[in-house]
């Protein structure tokens, strides 16, 4: 069992930046895949960025992401990141951290095993 606890969440004013973390219980976090998602109101939640398990060589982004979203993984504090600059008020939601065991399909939400809470960002314009 793994369980995921988010912080780092806020308002923030549109082009700002913000970083989010995810702390996992759990001694194998290492080999998890792990990935950030978000809900917006009345939205459905959707894929935000995945990082793959061991040293996390592999990454993915959703395209309205990229090159602003960064996410990183630190194994030895059980802790997965997302460095997000450049905020657009679009980007306002609650983003939540998940865990799977295996590497592929990063950005497929039924394949995550473990959830956490979740964290709200607000980017106001």
């Known amino acids: 069992q793994v369980q995921l606890v988010e912080s780092g969440g806020g308002l923030v004013q549109a082009g700002g930046s913000l970083r989010l973390s995810c702390v996992a219980s759990?001694?194998?976090?290492?080999?998890?895949?792990m990935a950030w998602f978000r809900q917006a109101p009345g939205k459905e939640r959707e894929f935000v960025a995945g990082?793959?398990?061991?040293?996390?060589?592999?990454?993915s982004y959703k395209d309205s992401v990229k090159g602003r979203f960064s996410i990183s993984r630190d194994n030895a504090k059980n802790t997965v990141y997302l460095q997000m600059n450049s905020l657009k008020p679009e980007d306002t939601a609650v983003y939540y951290c998940?865990?799977?065991?295996?590497?592929?399909?990063?950005?497929?939400?039924?394949?995550?095993?473990?959830w956490g809470q979740g964290t709200q960002v607000t980017v106001s314009s």
């Open positions: 998940a865990a799977k065991g295996g590497q592929s399909g990063l950005r497929v939400e039924v394949l995550y095993d473990y």
């Open positions: 759990g001694r194998t976090f290492s080999s998890y895949a």
């Open positions: 990082v793959t398990g061991g040293s996390g060589s592999s990454t």
